[in-house]
Each structure stands twice: as structure tokens, then as C-alpha cells.
């Protein structure tokens, strides 16, 4: 079985747990018309656990496409919390009180046009970006210091902001390697009132929309075979 399938991860699945599933499913059914013994899967951009939304999942020869697929620019539906930091940037870290400011609308509409464009932005310490040969997370665990260089990324757009203190939901379009987690804190930043990002949920990799995308929990071998696709 050669292509790509759409999943829609759901919150608390690893994007690793997907691909797993995947594997899995195909290496013990008819589908499976390989000689390998561990059958080819990937994806072309993790999902953290806490996120939820479109992974291109890709199969058989079709994970030599990866580096290209992965380069693709994102959308994400995105939620925030003002007036609180977390040590991860999202709601599984230890969080702590940032500042009673309740930015205006026009103040908060002001800001986040602010990061429209291409910017620098630190990526977070618990990420899964190597130092040295290590995940930075994996790092941040045992307690050693990690130092994060910043790297240039794209914001395309941030648009449909709904506003109602302390939470903060937008969209946003992205070059690929974008942090949310970053950009929310540095949003929060700039508004001096401190932020962590709550929900974020991926509804676009490229052309790929989460629309045609179909559900892990019960997902079967058959369903993969009917809903694998290929490019031209």
C-alpha cells in the first residue's frame, strides 16, 4: 500500500501513537504486500499531545516524500490564556501569575498584527528540536540548561481573533517550523500580561484540509486501503 491518508489526532494520541496505529493495521492484514518486516510509515509534521487535528500520514514508498511534505505551511486553530505563563508555553506545564492588565480589543487586534510578517521567534524548550544529538525536551527533563536559538519564520495571516478576557481565540497561517507556543508567549509578552496557549487544533498542511480527514479511534485496515490517495 503505497500513499497518503488524513487523520484527525485526537487529543492525548502522540503523533508517533498514530503512525504506530497505522503501521500496526497494515502489517497484519492483506494490505500488507511488502517483504519488510517493520512496514514504512510517517508523517509530515508532529502534533504534541495536547493538539489536536490534521496529520498527513504517509505510507509504503510514499515516506520518501517526507522531507519535501514536511515544508508545507500550516493553519491552526488556535486558543490562548491571558494573564498566566506556563514553563512549557501550554496547559501541561507548571504555570504561573503573570499580570492583571486586561488589554482592550483594539489593543489585543493592535498586537497581533504585530507578528504578521516574517519574524525571529525562539522556539520553546520543550520541543523536539536536537542539541547535540538530543531532543530539547528530553534535556529540559533532567533539569540541564538549554539554550534556544531563535530562527526566522513566517506568519501569513492571524485573523477571526475573538476576544473575551482572559481567553483569546485566532487563526492563523504559518510557515512551516512555526511554534505556536512561541507565539503565543511572545503575544502575551508584548501585551505585558503574560500567556499560554490552551487548545490548538491543525486544520491544514498545505492543500491538505482537515474536511477529508477521518477518525483514529476506530480506524481499520479497510478504511486506510479506502482512503489512501496519491499525488500526481
Do not use: C
Amino acid at each position: 500500500m503505497n500513499g497518503y491518508v488524513l487523520i484527525d489526532k485526537p487529543k492525548g494520541w502522540t503523533s508517533f501513537d498514530v503512525v504506530n496505529k497505522v503501521r500496526h493495521l497494515i502489517q497484519n492484514s492483506g494490505f500488507n504486500r511488502t517483504n519488510k518486516k517493520r512496514f514504512p510509515v510517517g508523517h509530515t509534521g508532529t502534533l504534541d499531545p495536547l493538539a489536536t487535528g490534521l496529520l498527513v500520514i504517509l505510507m509504503g514508498d510514499y515516506t520518501k516524500r517526507a522531507p519535501g511534505l514536511t515544508k508545507l505551511d500550516k493553519t491552526y486553530q488556535v486558543t490562548m490564556h491571558l494573564g498566566r505563563t506556563s514553563s512549557t508555553g501550554d496547559a501541561e506545564g507548571v504555570l504561573s501569575a503573570g499580570s492583571t492588565h486586561q488589554p482592550a480589543k483594539e489593543e489585543m487586534l493592535a498586537v497581533t498584527k504585530q507578528f504578521v510578517g516574517e519574524i525571529e521567534q525562539v522556539p520553546p524548550v520543550f520541543s523536539a528540536i536536537k542539541i547535540d544529538g538530543k531532543r530539547a525536551y528530553q534535556l529540559a527533563r533532567e533539569g540541564k540548561d538549554v539554550t534556544m536559538e531563535p530562527r526566522k519564520v513566517k506568519i501569513y495571516e492571524i485573523t477571526e481573533v475573538e476576544y473575551t478576557y482572559p481567553s483569546v481565540r485566532f487563526i492563523a497561517r504559518v510557515s512551516s517550523g512555526t511554534y505556536i507556543r512561541s507565539l503565543v508567549q511572545d503575544i502575551g509578552e508584548v501585551l505585558k500580561t503574560g500567556a499560554y496557549m490552551t487548545d490548538l487544533r491543525r486544520t491544514a498542511v498545505g492543500d491538505f484540509d482537515i474536511t477529508k480527514a477521518i477518525s483514529v479511534e476506530s480506524l481499520s485496515a479497510e478504511q486506510l486501503y479506502n482512503h489512501a490517495q496519491t499525488l500526481d
